[in-house]
C-alpha cells in the first residue's frame, strides 16, 4: 500500500511519501537506543515539563491539526478538533499523574525493606490506525514516555502527515532526539523491527489480522503487546430506559467518526415493548443527518476512508439483505451526493443506514460493520438481551440503558465486554482503563494500569 494522502472525499492525491530504507529503518532503531540510554534516567518532573509542553502545542494548534486529520482520513471538522483536544487532556492527565503512580510501592514482608519498582523496558513499537490518527497514538506515548520508554510510531499509510505532526509536537514540547520517531514504512517492515532486539515491546490498535500478525511475530521472540482489535458493541434498551435520551445517545454513538470506531454502538438490542417507538425515532434520527463535505462545521457525516472500506460496506449490507436482513433507510451508495467544496462528489460516502428483521444465527450478525451501518435486534427479556449481547466473537465494549437498579447490577456483571457504561455511550477517558476481552484484543490502555502495560514491575527485597 502506497503511503500518501488521499483526501477521502474527493480522491485527489494531496501528497505522497516515499518508505523507509531498511537502512533508514536501522539509523532510526540506532537513535532511538541512545535516546534511551539518556533519557530513561532523566527526572519524572523533567518529563513531565514536557509532556504539558506537548498539551499545550496541541491546543494552540488545535486547528491546523484537524483540518489535516479531516483532509487525510474524512473526520468531520468539529470532531477532529475535539480529538486534537482530547489528546491534550491525555497529555496533561500523564503528566500530572505519572509520578504517583510510577513511586516505589512499600510491600510489607519478611524483609528489611521490599517494595516494587516500575522501570521503563526501552524501544516500543505502537502501530496505529487512521480511525483516531491523533487520539490513538497520544493515548500509548503519553504514559509510555513518562514511564522512560522510548516510541517509534508506524501509523496507518494513509494518515502520514498525522504521524509526521505528532512526532513534531514532541520534539517541539523539548523532548530530546529520538525519543519519538514516525517510520513511514509499510505492514511489510513490522515483522523486521518487532525482531530486532532493541525493540523491547509492541502495541497495536487495528483489526483483527493485523493484531494476530503483530502478536504472532512478537511471540516468536518473547517480547510483550497489547492488542485493542475489533468490536461488536452492543447497545441495549430496556423497556424501562429514558428513551429520548436512548435514541439521541444512539445516534451519536453509532455515528461517531462517520462510524468507524471500534466501540461505537454497532448492535442495537431493544426491548420489544418498546421496539417499534425506538425504532421510529432512530429512523428519523437518521434521515435528518447531514451527509458532506467533512471540512463544513456543519457536515454530520462525512467520507469513509478508504474506497477499500467503502467497497467492504457495501458487501456487508448486501449480504445482510440476503441472509434476511430489511433494509429501513440507507444501503446503497448510489442514495447520496453530497457537495464537496461547491461540487457534487462521490467519493467514498456511505449513507446512514439501519438493517432490522436480522437473524441472530445470521453469518453477517456476527461481523463488524466499518460504517455508518447499525444493526436493529428485537429481545423479549434482559436474559435474551444479555445473550445475544454476548453472542459475538468480540468483547470490547457495551452500552446499556435501563432504570432498574436491578438490571443495571445484572449488566454490570454478565456482560462480556472490557468496558460497560449504564445509561451512558461507551468512550475512552484517560483516567480509566480501555481495552477488550475475547477477539477484542488483551492488555490495557489508559488509567494507572496503562502506564504500567510497558514498564518492569520490579520486585526489590532488602535485610
Known amino acids: 500500500m502506497a503511503i500518501a494522502t488521499i483526501n477521502p472525499a474527493t480522491g485527489d492525491?494531496?501528497?505522497?511519501?516515499?518508505?523507509?530504507?531498511?537502512?533508514?529503518?536501522?539509523?532510526?532503531?540506532?537513535?532511538?537506543?541512545?535516546?534511551?540510554e539518556h533519557y530513561r534516567l532523566i527526572p519524572l518532573q523533567q518529563r513531565s515539563q514536557w509532556m504539558s509542553a506537548a498539551a499545550q502545542i496541541l491546543i494552540d494548534r488545535k486547528t491546523e491539526f484537524g483540518k489535516l486529520m479531516t483532509v487525510e482520513m474524512g473526520k468531520?471538522?468539529?470532531?477532529?478538533?475535539?480529538?486534537?483536544?482530547?489528546?491534550?487532556?491525555?497529555?496533561?492527565?500523564?503528566?500530572e499523574n505519572?509520578?504517583?503512580?510510577?513511586?516505589?510501592?512499600?510491600i510489607e514482608t519478611d524483609a528489611s525493606r521490599s517494595f516494587i519498582r516500575y522501570q521503563p523496558l526501552g524501544i516500543v513499537l505502537a502501530v496505529?490506525?487512521?480511525?483516531?490518527?491523533?487520539?490513538?497514538v497520544f493515548r500509548f506515548a503519553a504514559p509510555g514516555l513518562m514511564a522512560g520508554n522510548v516510541g517509534v510510531l508506524k501509523h496507518a499509510s494513509n494518515v502520514p502527515q498525522c504521524a509526521l505532526?505528532?512526532?513534531?509536537?514532541?520534539?517541539?514540547?523539548?523532548?530530546?532526539?529520538?525519543?519519538?520517531?514516525?517510520?513511514?514504512?509499510?505492514?511489510?517492515k513490522v515483522a523486521q523491527i518487532v525482531a530486532d532486539d532493541r525493540v523491547k515491546a509492541a502495541t497495536l490498535t487495528g483489526s483483527e489480522p493485523a493484531g494476530i500478525s503483530l502478536a504472532t511475530h512478537?511471540?516468536?521472540?518473547?517480547?510483550?503487546?497489547?492488542?485493542?482489535?475489533?468490536?461488536?458493541?452492543?447497545?441495549?434498551?430496556?423497556?424501562?430506559?429514558?428513551?429520548?435520551t436512548a435514541v439521541t445517545t444512539a445516534v451519536t454513538a453509532r455515528m461517531?467518526?462517520?462510524?468507524?470506531?471500534?466501540?461505537?454502538?454497532?448492535?442495537?438490542?431493544v426491548h420489544e415493548a418498546i421496539a417499534d417507538q425506538f425504532t421510529q425515532k432512530l429512523v428519523a434520527r437518521y434521515a435528518a443527518l447531514k451527509v458532506g463535505d467533512p471540512l463544513d462545521p456543519q457536515t454530520e457525516i462525512g467520507p469513509l476512508a478508504t474506497p477499500g472500506i467503502l467497497k467492504d460496506l457495501q458487501h456487508q449490507v448486501t449480504m445482510a439483505v440476503e441472509q434476511g436482513a430489511k433494509v429501513l433507510i440507507g444501503g446503497n451508495t448510489q442514495a447520496i451526493a453530497p457537495t464537496v467544496e461547491g461540487k457534487l462528489q462521490q467519493g467514498n460516502f456511505y449513507p446512514p443506514t439501519i438493517l432490522a428483521e436480522i437473524s441472530p444465527d445470521a453469518p453477517i450478525a456476527q461481523e463488524e460493520f466499518f460504517g455508518p451501518v447499525a444493526m436493529l435486534f428485537r429481545?423479549?427479556?434482559?436474559?435474551?438481551?444479555?445473550?445475544?449481547?454476548?453472542?459475538?466473537?468480540?468483547?470490547?465494549?457495551?452500552?446499556?440503558?435501563?432504570?432498574?437498579?436491578?438490571?443495571?447490577?445484572r449488566l454490570m456483571a454478565d456482560l462480556e465486554a472490557g468496558s460497560v457504561f449504564i445509561n451512558g455511550m461507551v468512550k475512552s477517558d484517560p483516567r480509566l482503563p480501555f481495552g477488550g476481552i475475547k477477539r477484542s484484543g488483551y492488555g490495557r490502555e489508559l488509567g494507572r494500569p496503562g502506564i504500567y502495560e510497558f514498564v518492569n514491575i520490579k520486585t526489590i527485597w532488602v535485610k
Open 256 to 269: 461517531i467518526n462517520n462510524g468507524q470506531s471500534c466501540i461505537a454502538a454497532k448492535r442495537f438490542i
Open 218 to 244: 512478537a511471540g516468536k521472540h518473547l517480547k510483550k503487546t497489547v492488542l485493542e482489535l475489533g468490536g461488536s458493541d452492543p447497545f441495549i434498551v430496556m423497556d424501562s430506559a429514558d428513551l429520548e
Open 98 to 106: 505519572a509520578a504517583e503512580f510510577l513511586a516505589d510501592d512499600a
Open 128 to 136: 496505529m490506525p487512521w480511525n483516531f490518527p491523533f487520539w490513538q
Open 379 to 409: 429481545v423479549p427479556d434482559l436474559d435474551a438481551a444479555i445473550a445475544l449481547a454476548n453472542n459475538v466473537p468480540f468483547g470490547l465494549g457495551a452500552s446499556a440503558w435501563t432504570t432498574v437498579p436491578e438490571e443495571g447490577d
Open 165 to 188: 505532526a505528532i512526532e513534531e509536537v514532541f520534539r517541539q514540547a523539548g523532548f530530546p532526539e529520538g525519543v519519538f520517531q514516525t517510520l513511514l514504512v509499510g505492514a511489510d
Open 13 to 36: 492525491i494531496v501528497q505522497e511519501f516515499e518508505p523507509l530504507t531498511d537502512e533508514a529503518i536501522t539509523l532510526k532503531l540506532d537513535a532511538a537506543q541512545q535516546a534511551f
Open 76 to 95: 468531520p471538522i468539529a470532531a477532529a478538533i475535539a480529538e486534537v483536544e482530547k489528546s491534550a487532556w491525555v497529555c496533561r492527565y500523564y503528566a
